[in-house]
C-alpha cells in the first residue's frame, strides 16, 4: 500500500522513472509520448541537458536564500529577461511556485492597488463561465467551472461570471462573429455597470482557454473590446496565461496575439517547464509605481518565492526556447499537428471541433455532431480516452463537463517544443486507436 495521497485514491499509477526528450519511461521500460506535457508543462521534454546542468549549477552554489532577507542573481536576471519580452507597460514581477499561487498574488495586488490609490469600495471580481484559474481557494472562486467548484461552493468568495467567447457553443445561428463579439463586450459591461461602474476591481480571463474549455481562441477583436471596457471603467485587466502563455501558443506571451496588454499576467508551467516548480505575476508600471510610492510594502507572500534555484533553472528553459528559436518552431508544429488532427478528425462522428493555436490545441467530443449533444457524463468518456491513450503509450489530457461544468468531454493536446515530425505522426495514431477503442465500447 502506498502512504501517498494521490489525486485519485482508487486508482494505481505507473513509477516513472525516466525521461527521454518526449517521453516518460516508466518502472517496466514502457515509453509514453507527452502529448499534452503532463499539463502543458513540459515545453522541453523531460531530458533537457543544459537545463539539467542550470539546476546543478546553481544548487552547487546557493539553492535557496529566504527574500525577507535577501535578492538573488537568477531572481534579477530572470526578471529582467521577462520584462525586457512583456507586453507592454509591464514593470516588474513577482515571483511565486506555481500557478494557482500566481493568481491569488494578482488578485492581492489588484485590491491593494485600489487601497493604496484610495479607492477600498472596489472589490467585485468579473470571470467568465468555464474559466479556470487555479485550485487555492481566491483561484477556485475566481474560475468559472461548475464542477470544481461545487462543493466548496460555501467557503468561497463572491465573483461574477459572463459568457466565454466559445463560438462553437456560445454563438448564436444566423449571428455574424463581429455580432458575437459585440454582445459579449457589452456583456461584460453591463456586468459592470450592475455592480456598480466603481465597485469592479478587475476582470480575469485565459487569453486561450485551456483545461476546462480544451484550447479555446477567442475570436478577432474580441480582447480588444474587452480591454476598451475595462479603461473605461477604471477596471484592471488580469490576464492568466499559466497555462497558454511562455510560447505554448507560439508567442512568448499569448496576449501578443490578441494585439493588447494587461495590467497584471499570471505564468507558470511553461516558465520552468517542470523541471523546477515555479510561476510569477507579471505587475504594470501603473500598480508598481502606486504601491511603491504608497505603504511600499505588499502585504503578501510565500516562503518559497523567488526560488534561487527555481528562477535559475527557468531562466535556463527560457534561454533555450530563445537561442534554438522554438517559437517559430512550436507555429510550424502546431500547424501539422492541426492538419494532422483535420485529416483524421475533420468527419469522425464523435469529435465536433477541433480547435487551437500553437501547440495548444483541443477537440470536442459530441455523440451527435449535427445536434452537438454531449455524451451523457455518465459514461465517463474523458476518463476511459484517458486509460487507453495511457495502454497505447501516449499522455494526452482528456476533461469533462466542457459545456457547463457537468455535461461535454473534451481532449487537451499541449506537447513539448520539441517534437520531430514523427512524433506527430506517432501522437495522432496513437490518439486515433484510443478512440476508436473507446467509442467501440460505448453503448449505441
Same mark, same amino acid.
Given at each position: 500500500m502506498s502512504h501517498v495521497f494521490h489525486r485519485h485514491l482508487q486508482h494505481t499509477y505507473p513509477v516513472a522513472v525516466r525521461g527521454d526528450g518526449a517521453y516518460i519511461i516508466d518502472q517496466q521500460g514502457k515509453r509514453y509520448l507527452d502529448a499534452s506535457g503532463g499539463a502543458a508543462v513540459s515545453c522541453l521534454g523531460h531530458s533537457d541537458a543544459a537545463v539539467i546542468a542550470a539546476v546543478q549549477?546553481? +544548487?552547487?552554489? %546557493? =539553492?535557496?536564500?529566504?527574500?525577507?532577507?535577501?535578492?538573488?542573481e537568477p531572481m534579477e536576471q530572470l526578471a529582467d529577461f521577462l520584462i525586457e *519580452? =512583456?507586453?507592454a507597460g509591464?514593470?516588474? +514581477?513577482?515571483? +511565486?511556485s506555481g500557478g494557482s499561487e500566481a493568481v491569488e498574488a494578482a488578485l492581492k495586488l489588484a485590491r491593494q492597488y485600489f487601497v493604496e490609490i484610495?479607492?477600498?469600495? *472596489?472589490?467585485?471580481l468579473i470571470a467568465r463561465r468555464q474559466s479556470y484559474h487555479g485550485n487555492t481557494l481566491g483561484a477556485l472562486a475566481t474560475g468559472g467551472n461548475a464542477w470544481r467548484r461545487q462543493q466548496f461552493e460555501p467557503i468561497l468568495m463572491n465573483v461574477s461570471h459572463v459568457s466565454p467567447c466559445y463560438a462553437y457553443r456560445e454563438q448564436q445561428p444566423g449571428e455574424s462573429e463581429g455580432d458575437f463579439v459585440a454582445r459579449l463586450v457589452r456583456e461584460l459591461e453591463d456586468e459592470i455597470l450592475r455592480l456598480g461602474?466603481?465597485? +469592479?476591481m478587475a476582470f480575469v480571463a485565459e487569453p486561450v482557454v485551456g483545461a476546462t474549455l480544451g484550447a479555446v481562441t477567442a475570436l478577432p477583436g474580441y480582447f480588444k473590446g474587452i480591454r476598451e471596457v475595462c479603461d473605461r471603467y477604471g477596471v484592471l485587466l488580469i490576464l492568466d496565461e499559466v497555462m497558454c502563455g511562455m510560447g505554448r501558443t507560439g508567442s512568448l506571451f499569448a496576449a501578443e496575439q490578441e494585439g493588447i496588454s494587461a495590467d497584471l499576467i499570471t505564468i507558470a508551467k511553461g516558465l520552468g517547464a517542470g523541471y523546477q516548480p515555479i510561476g510569477a505575476t507579471l505587475v504594470s508600471k501603473q500598480i508598481y509605481q502606486a504601491i511603491a510610492s504608497g505603504s511600499g510594502f505588499f502585504q503578501h507572500g510565500h516562503t518559497y518565492i523567488g526560488h534561487a534555484t527555481a528562477c535559475a533553472t527557468a531562466l535556463a528553459v527560457q534561454h533555450q526556447i530563445e537561442q534554438r528559436n522554438l517559437l517559430p518552431q512550436v507555429r510550424q508544429l502546431g500547424d501539422s499537428l492541426m492538419a494532422r488532427l483535420h485529416q483524421r478528425f475533420a468527419e469522425h462522428p464523435f469529435i465536433g471541433d477541433i480547435r487551437g493555436r500553437g501547440l495548444f490545441q483541443g477537440l470536442e467530443i459530441v455523440q451527435d455532431r449535427s445536434s452537438k449533444a454531449a455524451f451523457d457524463p455518465s459514461l465517463k468518456v474523458n476518463a476511459r480516452l484517458k486509460k487507453a491513450a495511457m495502454a497505447n503509450g501516449l499522455m494526452c489530457y482528456p476533461m469533462g463537463g466542457t459545456v457547463d461544468g457537468r455535461i461535454?468531454?473534451?481532449i487537451l493536446l499541449a506537447p513539448?517544443?520539441?517534437?520531430?515530425?514523427?512524433? %506527430?505522426?506517432e501522437l495522432v495514431d496513437k490518439l486515433a486507436l484510443a478512440c476508436d477503442q473507446v467509442f467501440a465500447e460505448l453503448p449505441r
Open positions: 549549477q546553481q +544548487v552547487s552554489q %546557493l =539553492a535557496y536564500a529566504h527574500t525577507s532577507f535577501f535578492t538573488t *519580452r =512583456a507586453p509591464m514593470e516588474s +514581477v513577482y515571483f +511565486v484610495g479607492q477600498p469600495q *472596489r472589490r467585485h461602474a466603481d465597485q +469592479v461535454g468531454d473534451h513539448p517544443f520539441i517534437l520531430q515530425d514523427s512524433q %506527430l505522426d
